[in-house]
Every structure is written in structure tokens, then in C-alpha cells.
């Protein structure tokens, strides 16, 4: 049973460019959700998908933005990219019925904004 | 609002010493309470979790009690090996919620 994957695992971009990262969730889960990691701090919410829309968003700017397929795996979307923007992103499945609330998380996209 | 706040590491510990790591949190309600490990160039795994008060999570050696009259969730482990080294972070999530709330994570060293 594949756990959540994620693709790319390291990416490096400039200023003023855009990134998509992928994520596939585990399999029997129909939520996704997305988080930064800054270096040296714990993982800030982005937002989350159900049924293809966005449920719940985070104190992230409009530059962040997300979709997600029917097959469950989602995109994150980041335009504009800041030297800020740096960071380990990782996205988080769980089925719908919130199985006691448990998200299981992929191993991360690193992003190097330059 | 809702939040965690967890003791600063690092921590370093010889092994096979006794391990406290000290999580509070703040939040209306009944939050579930976790435990997530990251080890080096790793995404988190869950390590235990309990979901209502006076439940104890355990897993690996390790163990955390739901204390809702002190809001607390401090992670225990009576003797350490070197293949713990990694950060801990304490984190909830209201009741009702999507989002998990994480605490800035506490790094362990564990020496030989």
C-alpha cells in the first residue's frame, strides 16, 4: 500500500517564477492537504481539498493556489515566487470521515527559491 | 486561537536515558493531541496520538497522556537509542477542524 508521494523531491527556481508540486495521497483517502515547512520550525497550514474544492485556507496569499483532480491527487500552485517562498512543502492525506482526525504525510518537496 | 507550544531543543541525551519532551496547548473544546517524528531529510510520521483526556498514546517506547486540567501532552520514553535522534513535534487539532496545528518542533541528539 503506497503511503502519500510526492513529486519533485528538490526543486530550484528564481525569483519571479512559478512552481507546481504534486502529491498523490494514500490510497482510501479523499482529503489533501498542504503545508510549509520553513527551515527550523514546524509545518504552517496551507489549505485543503475535498471533492475538488478548497475547504479551508491558511494565512497564505493568493499566489498559493491549489487544485485537485478526481482521482484525489492534488497540485500546489506558487506564482511569484519570493526568496521567502524557501521552504520543505508537504502535503497530508486523510480519508473523509476524519479518522480521528490522523493525517499522514509525504516526505516533502524542497524548494529553493535563488 | 489554537496553538502548541513545546520546550526549545536541543536536547542531547547519552543513550539509554530517560526522555521528557514538554507540549502545551491552547484550544477551546476537546482538541486531538499528536506526536510526529521527522527524521533527516524526512517528511513527519506519526508517533502517537490520543483524542480525549486521561488517553495515553504509546508507540515505539514512547508515550504521551492527554491532561486536559493542565492542557498538556508531554512526550516520554524511559531509555533512548541513538536511532531516536530526530525532531518531535507536538500538534493538535480542534474538534471539528481540518487543519493540524503544529508546535516548532524540539530536535534530539542521542549520543553513543
Redesign the interface.
Known sequence: DAG?T?SPTHLIKTRGQQVTLRCSPKSGHDTV?W?QQAL??????IF?YYEEEE??R?NFPDRFSGHQFPNYSSELNVNALLLGDSALY?C?SSPSDGA?????????TRLSVL | GNS?TQMEGPVTLSEEAFLTINCTYTATGYP?L?W?VQYPG?????LL?A?KADDKGSNKGFEATYRKETTSFHLEKGSVQVSDSAVY?C?L?RTG?????????TRLFVKA
Open positions: 502519500v510526492q492537504s503545508y527550523g520550525q514546524g509545518p504552517q497550514f485543503q475547504r479551508q491558511g508537504l497530508a480521528k482526525n490522523i493525517q499522514y504525510f509525504g516526505a516533502g | 502548541v486531538s499528536f510526529y524526512e517528511g513527519l510520521q506519526l496520538k483524542t513535534f500538534a487539532i477542524g481540518f487543519k493540524t496545528i503544529f508546535g516548532a518542533g
